[in-house]
T-cell receptor, first 110, second 119 residues
Framework: QSVLTQPPSVSAAPGQKVTISCSGSSSNIGDNYVSWYQQLPGAVPKLLIY???DRPSGIPDRFSGSKSGTSATLDIAGLQTGDEADYYC???????????FGGGTKLTVL | QVQLVQSGPEVKKPGASVKVSCKAS????????ISWVRQAPGQGLEWMGW????????DYAQKFQGRVTMTMDTSTDTVYMELRDLRSDDTAVYYCARLRPYYYHMDVWGEGTMAAVSS
């Protein structure tokens, strides 16, 4: 069981917007920055969002993140077939002194 | 460019140990930490621990405490992860990733090292 809770899968049509949720607690999301990672099929994970809502250079602004209380969300607008991937949220857990991940969400672009 | 290059694939028998290396280049090695994340076939990401390269401090996930050791060699900008007493469910791809201290995001990832445990 993952410390952070994500939906196992989401889907939407090309051009649409999708939201992926990540739920935690006061010792992790509530107390620390959230990051998001994209893992394309067969590829290495890639940092998508850091410090809740910042994007590394090269990440399009179609990807955005937010945090409220003990939950975080990743929004992907203008969906493309190339966005089909697994998405993971992650943060530090102050009680565990460990990085914790969500179980991952598989995005299907119909 | 900033990169992390990992050692090659491993095949081990149950009860053995595996030691994976991760060589950093293209940035100031001691300004960041190195984290280890593994991914079993068809499964999600699992954080194993990290080493703060600037002072050698380590944090290990509770699941791996007593079985994992992370070390570093600042003369070669290399970090090592050793996992002992291997079991079949340790079969996974092991990634190292550059970790920003205090913010705990991982912005550069190695290519991964496949470690298979089989009798």
């Amino acid at each position: 069981q993952s410390v952070l809770t994500q939906p196992p899968s989401v889907s939407a049509a090309p051009g649409q917007k999708v939201t992926i949720s990540c739920s935690g607690s006061s010792s992790n999301i509530g107390d620390n920055y959230v990051s998001w990672y994209q893992q394309l099929p067969g590829a290495v994970p890639k940092l998508l969002i850091y410090e809740n809502n910042d994007r590394p250079s090269g990440i399009p602004d179609r990807f955005s993140g937010s945090k409220s209380g003990t939950s975080a969300t990743l929004d992907i607008a203008g969906l493309q077939t190339g966005d089909e991937a697994d998405y993971y949220c992650g943060t530090w857990d102050s009680s565990l002194s460990a990085v914790v991940f969500g179980g991952g969400t598989k995005l299907t672009v119909l | 460019q900033v990169q992390l290059v990992q050692s090659g694939p491993e095949v081990k028998k149950p009860g053995a140990s595996v030691k994976v290396s991760c060589k950093a280049s293209g940035y100031s090695f001691t300004r960041y930490g190195i984290s280890w994340v593994r991914q079993a076939p068809g499964q999600g990401l699992e954080w194993m621990g990290w080493i703060a390269v600037y002072n050698g401090h380590t944090d290990y996930a509770q699941k791996f405490q007593g079985r994992v050791t992370m070390t570093m060699d600042t003369s070669t900008d290399t970090v090592y992860m050793e996992l002992r007493d291997l079991r079949s469910d340790d079969t996974a791809v092991y990634y190292c990733a550059r970790l920003r201290p205090y913010y705990y995001h991982m912005d550069v990832w190695g290519e991964g090292t496949m470690a298979a445990v089989s009798s």
